[in-house]
């Protein structure tokens, strides 16, 4: 696998209760520019959004972390060089974690998912992320509702907007990947050294 900097490979990863179709825009807009795109899915994430909420596959509530982030260093291991990775939210952990594994390049790119090292427990996380890890849950698939969705993730739309981005994009989701995120197999080694990572946070969505 080249290790040149000069990739025109990029690997983009979806975060939580997304799948690659999250991804489409940014694909169009990048081969356009001349790159090789791939957005590869996580375990039991492959599919039309619609179809996956309609039939829910039970497998699907035991992906841990750990197991996203071999499948994804296993499709990244078949490409012809290393890429550069541009991942969301849980994306954007997986993309720290394979960056610290060398199978993405310097120019790599993310959007934060919290870690536990930051972790904050006021009112507005719990409401946003309880449903999902809630211990009482045991391994059930969580399909979310539009209004969770318009609060934890299009704050600034309005419901009908919503609406639209939900039956697009919105797939069930194994409440372990978020619950593992916090466990070893996501645990990153911060003095270790590693290739530099452009990081982009925002606060409102618009």
């Not at 997304?18 to 375990?43: L, R």
Request: aromatic share 10%.
């Amino acid at each position: 696998m080249s290790a040149s900097t000069n990739s025109k490979t990029i690997v983009f990863i979806h975060g939580l209760f997304m799948n690659p179709a999250s991804w489409d825009t940014w694909i169009k807009y990048f081969e356009e520019k001349g790159y090789k795109c791939y957005a590869p899915a996580y375990p039991f994430h492959e599919g039309e959004p619609s179809e996956l909420r309609t039939s829910i596959n039970p497998n699907l509530g035991m992906v841990t972390f750990g197991q996203v982030i071999s499948s994804l260093s296993e499709f990244i291991d078949k490409l012809p060089e290393r890429p550069i990775l541009i991942g969301h939210s849980m994306g954007g952990l997986a993309v720290q974690k394979l960056i610290e594994m060398k199978k993405g390049l310097p120019e790599s790119a993310l959007t934060l998912h919290r870690r536990k090292e930051f972790l904050v427990l006021n009112g507005v996380f719990l409401r946003a992320n309880l449903p999902t890890i809630n211990p009482l849950k045991g391994n059930s698939v969580y399909l979310p509702g539009i209004k969770w969705f318009n609060y934890a993730f299009c704050n600034t739309m309005s419901m009908e907007q919503t609406e639209i981005e939900f039956n697009k994009f919105v797939v069930p989701e194994s409440r372990n990947i978020a619950r593992s995120s916090t466990k070893m197999k996501a645990k990153l080694i911060l003095k270790k050294p590693h290739d530099p990572l452009l990081i982009i946070a925002g606060e409102k969505i618009t």
